[in-house]
T-cell receptor
């Protein structure tokens, strides 16, 4: 199994530019999560989807952030316009929500640097 | 989900057992105890979870006290590759679809 695939692995951009991060969840998984990690704030949940529908986006920091899941095999996290404080590692995770237990499988992350 | 408390850091000698404690005194009856770890520059990795019985898998053992207010993750023979941040999370699956709320975790350093 290929695992959760994220792209790009590294992105360096200038303030004001649009950034799009991509995620391909594990085939057959029905939940997808976007996390952000910084030294100051640790791992924060931004948004999560179940069956392609956004369930909770209360962690999205502001309107500059948006996420979509057009189908079960693809999701994007977009930042427009980007700011230096958005610099972080962004992780995507997926799970198969069945019964009352399960585990999240994380991708290797996308490291974003906004200059 | 119940709040968990973990020591900030721990050390362990290579080859010895690493015992990582977690306090979850307000855990409710339908909340599971999950453990994840994050090795430097990688995404978090699932280790083990349990409800009230002790659990063991190829990675670790999880010991949950009878009152469920605390638990211990045991890495029986720690190696240098086990150096990581270990997160203990109390989770009620339900309508949360398994979303994890990470605390600061325990930084485990395994030294030669």
């Amino acid at each position: 199994d290929a695992g959760v695939i994220q792209s790009p692995r590294h992105e360096v951009t200038e303030m004001g530019q649009e950034v799009t991060l991509r995620c391909k969840p594990i085939s057959g998984h029905n939940s997808l999560f976007w996390y952000r990690q910084t030294m100051m704030r640790g791992l924060e949940l931004l948004i999560y989807f179940n069956n392609n529908v956004p369930i909770d986006d209360s962690g999205m920091p502001e309107d500059r952030f948006s996420a979509k899941m057009p189908n079960a095999s693809f999701s994007t996290l977009k930042i427009q316009p980007s700011e230096p404080r958005d610099s972080a590692v962004y992780f995507c995770a997926s799970s198969l929500a069945e019964g009352n237990t399960g585990e999240l499988f994380f991708g290797e992350g996308s490291r974003l640097t906004v200059l | 989900d119940a709040k968990t408390t973990q020591p900030t850091s721990m050390d362990c000698a290579e080859g010895r057992a690493a015992n990582l404690p977690c306090n979850h005194s307000t855990i409710s009856g339908n909340e599971y105890v999950y453990w994840y770890r994050q090795i430097h520059s990688q995404g978090p990795q699932y280790i083990i979870h349990g409800l009230k019985n002790n659990e063991t898998n190829e990675m670790a053992s999880l010991i949950i006290t009878e009152d469920r207010k605390s638990s211990t993750l045991i890495l029986p023979h720690a190696t240098l590759r086990d150096t990581a941040v270990y997160y203990c999370i109390a989770l009620r699956w339900g309508t949360s679809y398994g979303k994890l709320t990470f605390g600061q975790g325990t930084i485990l350093t395994v030294h030669p």
